[in-house]
């Protein structure tokens, strides 16, 4: 069982930075990959980035590359965003997940799911 907090979002302005933070609680955290979505509205949930349980390895989504990125302190259960160059169609509220399967971008495949943060970013 994993618990996740994510905290750090807030209003921002075009092209400035943000990071987000992911509290996790539980035994298995270090042993799960993690990933960040995000969800605007009237959208769907979207998958953002992930990384592997040792951190070695990251995935993003087109949207994000060369923006976003992504890490993890396995020694203090947390996961990080760092946001930069932020635009208005970031705008969303982001989610930090978790799940035992590799290599998904798939919502429905991740186990362990925060509430979210609000991210604005003005025009």
């Known amino acids: 069982q994993v618990q996740l907090v994510e905290s750090g979002g807030g209003l921002v302005q075009t092209g400035n930075s943000l990071r987000l933070s992911c509290a996790a609680s539980g035994r298995t955290f270090s042993s799960v990959v993690m990933a960040w979505f995000r969800q605007a509205p009237g959208k769907g949930r979207g998958f953002l980035c992930a990384i592997t349980p040792d951190g070695t390895k990251t995935s993003y989504a087109d949207s994000v590359k060369g923006r976003f990125t992504i890490s993890r302190d396995n020694a203090n259960n947390s996961l990080y965003l760092q946001m930069n160059s932020l635009k208005p169609e970031d705008t969303a509220v982001y989610y930090c997940?978790?799940?035992?399967?590799?290599?998904?971008?798939?919502?429905?495949?991740?186990?362990?799911w925060g509430r979210g943060t609000q991210v604005t970013v003005s025009t």
């Open positions: 997940a978790g799940t035992s399967i590799y290599g998904t971008t798939n919502p429905a495949l991740y186990e362990y």
